[in-house]
């Protein structure tokens, strides 16, 4: 629809089946009876490959076999240790300012923070759950990997798998260069000095060693995990997991779907794509928050959400994740606990279609914490629905309170009446409190999310540290005018009733989630929706009986992208919409008669309405501006003194969102909600 919709040349600011797998104390209890008697234990072994290049590789030896050699440390209240690394001198091969080649022994593990490359030259490793060899199965040299490992995650522990083995590490550049724009982005990286020559990441044996004191945690593979995790990939399968939250259902997730994409030798093969039913909207892993979705994914996950916030659209020739469908989820599931239900096994039936031409897909599903607290009689009725291979229940298997009794009751009966495996497997719950709360990561996620600057053109993405207010919007009309035709059908609001009136104030500067749909509940003429009295903003209206506005049919519907609204026009009848660049083309096919703009599935853009201000301060620290320099305030920033003067209790105040405590001789601009 070209001549619908354009982007603006210039802008300027608008308003307004298995056994049971052992337990952990279990899996103790018998490897000390076999110590006693003198008992040998069998290991599972890979079929080795020969490596052209390098002497050929020994028996790779299962990271779910074999646990870490020497005990754990007792945990104290700052030191950790993260891994078991020596720093021997005939260990390192290459050390200098960007790269690190080294030696691995069977068993011993090294912790980098920070984000690299890494190549397997000789032997085999483990990584997040993924084994990786110096050869592939067909005989090919393996591939680079990227990683990502920032101080708001635990730790990877890259443990060795064969008697030596070779690994090489890299420099590359920041994924995400967001910390002028966001201080939730500072000092997450490897640490040192802006603008000193480094190694993107460095070795870490102990947190007390981090210069910035921040709370480093291991990454922890406890024996029933391992279990879990080999029983769930013996085969092709599906596989649900929940538990409580804050428990590292997440992490076991991205564990079993690299699992599955390496594989194990001889004992099992990789496949080439895991589909990933993700539903959890507040913390998806494959796309911004706000929406669930059913994932095909092809590449490894060796990293946090927020440097893969989003698939792209497809690049011909290149391995890359793809969303199959995806559903926008309000926040508030009050009223649409149905609907949320009617989107899962909308999503599953899209997984069974895929089954149905490729029989060696294995399904993962995660679930939200609330599906395990507040809504676990929803989890029960889609256990019912799914045809589940394994139920992996994630919790303290040490002591369980009554509530928690009960559920893992319900759940043991539901999985012997559908003859599906239940694995009880020990929550992994923080030592020490987070860098970064729920909802800062979750900020982090989404400006990631809309900072994605172009599709990537291999399993790398890139990222703009350009603030919003530079973006050229897109321009929507809402209405028809004697120059434009409407190009949208209206707004649908996903919240407690909202009066007509207030549309326009609770819209701007909003996530929004852009649909193509062909619901029944589409007028004809598709511009027949009511309007609000002064701006003429079309708007499902709620419906009287229910006292809510009715969600479209999620079978008809699909999430095209998230999108931010900069502002709204009533003198033009336009608005204005924010997206990643790198998802700009998916813009160009959007039909008027089909396009709806959702609202309220997503937290207020608080990070949004302050990166003008965080990018000025960081220029005049860096001395890229001159202190003082005048500069227009951004369009959601208003400066702290003249806010003090709109008003006060019992007064129309009309304040834009943040304010900002700059001083009119200094020149500071710190945001201040």
Not at 102 to 115: C, M
Not at 123 to 145: C, F, H, P
Not at 239 to 250: F, N, Y
Not at 564 to 571: S, T
Request: glycine letters at 6%; charged letters at 25%.
């Amino acid at each position: 629809m070209p001549g619908k919709r354009r982007k603006l040349e210039q802008t300027a600011p608008v308003t307004a089946r298995a056994e049971k797998p052992l337990s952990a104390i279990a899996a103790a209890r018998l490897r000390a009876e076999a110590a006693t008697k003198g008992a040998i234990v069998q290991e599972t072994t890979l079929e080795p490959l020969p490596a052209p290049s390098s002497p050929p590789a020994e028996e790779l030896v299962s990271e779910y076999e074999e646990s870490e050699a020497g005990p754990e440390p007792a945990v104290t209240k700052r030191n950790l240790k993260l891994c078991n690394w020596q720093n021997n001198p005939k260990d390192i091969f290459v050390e200098n300012e960007s790269d690190l080649s080294i030696n691995l022994d069977k068993n011993t593990t090294i912790a980098l923070v920070g984000h690299f490359d890494f190549k397997v030259a000789r032997g085999a490793i483990n990584i997040n759950g993924a084994n990786i060899g110096a050869v592939t199965r067909d005989g090919q040299k393996a591939r680079k990997y990227r990683v990502y490992v920032p101080a708001t995650q635990p730790i990877f522990k890259i443990r060795g798998l064969d008697g030596k083995n070779h690994v090489q590490f890299s420099s590359c550049k920041e994924p995400t260069p967001l910390a002028k724009l966001s201080p939730l982005y500072e000092d997450i990286w490897n640490t040192g000095s802006r603008g000193e020559r480094r190694r993107t990441f460095g070795i870490i044996t102990n947190s007390e060693e981090d210069p910035l004191q921040r709370p480093l945690q291991p990454q922890s593979s406890p024996e029933d995990w391992l279990r879990a995790i080999e029983d769930c990939a013996t085969e092709p399968s599906t596989t649900l997991v929940t538990g409580a939250p804050e428990s590292g259902k997440s992490t076991f997730s991205k564990r079993l779907i690299n699992r599955y994409l390496t594989g194990m030798g001889k004992t099992k093969s990789a496949v080439p794509a895991v589909c990933y039913l993700d539903l959890d909207p507040s913390s998806p892993e494959y796309s911004p928050p706000g929406q669930i979705s059913l994932v095909v994914v092809r590449e490894l996950d060796l990293g946090p959400s927020f440097t893969h916030p989003v698939t792209t659209p497809l690049q011909p020739g290149f391995i890359q994740n793809e969303t199959v469908r995806s559903n926008a989820i309000p926040i508030n599931l009050a009223n649409y606990q149905d609907y949320y239900r009617e989107c899962i096994e909308g999503l599953y039936l899209a997984y069974k279609n895929l089954y149905s031409r490729d029989s060696s897909l294995p399904l993962l599903i995660n679930t939200p914490a609330f599906l395990y607290t507040t809504h676990f009689r929803l989890l029960e009725q889609l256990l019912a629905c799914f045809k589940l291979q394994n139920i992996v229940h994630v919790g303290d298997t040490c002591a369980v309170d009554p509530s928690t009794a009960e559920k893992l009751h319900a759940l043991q009966t539901m999985s012997k009446k559908h003859r599906s495996t239940l694995h009880e497997i020990t929550a992994q719950t923080p030592t020490l409190p987070p860098l970064r709360t729920d909802a800062e990561l979750r900020a982090m996620h989404m400006q990631s999310y809309f900072h994605l600057s172009t599709p990537p053109t291999s399993s790398v993405p890139t990222w703009t540290s350009a603030p919003l207010t530079t973006y050229l919007p897109w321009e929507f009309s809402y209405r028809t005018t004697p120059t434009r035709s409407q190009d949208i059908v209206g707004f649908l609001a996903l919240t407690e009733p909202l009066p007509p009136s207030s549309l326009i104030h609770y819209l701007a500067g909003s996530v929004i989630h852009i649909l193509q749909t062909s619901s029944s509940r589409i007028p004809t003429p598709y511009t027949a929706l009511p309007r609000t009295p002064k701006s003429q903003i079309p708007y499902f209206p709620a419906n009287q009986k229910l006292d809510f506005t009715e969600p479209l049919d999620p079978r008809t519907s699909r999430v095209v992208c998230a999108a931010l609204i900069r502002g709204i026009d009533p003198e033009r009848g336009v608005v204005q919409v924010l997206v990643p660049r790198a998802l700009e083309d998916v813009m160009t096919g959007l039909k008027a008669e089909r396009t709806v703009f959702v609202v309220g599935c997503c937290e207020t853009p608080e990070w949004a309405y302050v990166e003008d201000a965080y990018a000025r301060r960081y220029e005049e620290e860096v001395g890229e501006r001159k202190v003082g320099e005048s500069r227009e305030l951004p369009v959601w920033v208003e400066k702290e003194g003249v806010v003090d003067g709109m008003g006060y209790l019992n007064t129309v105040r009309r304040v834009r969102k943040f304010i900002t405590g700059e001083k009119e001789k200094e020149g500071e601009g710190k945001g201040k909600p």
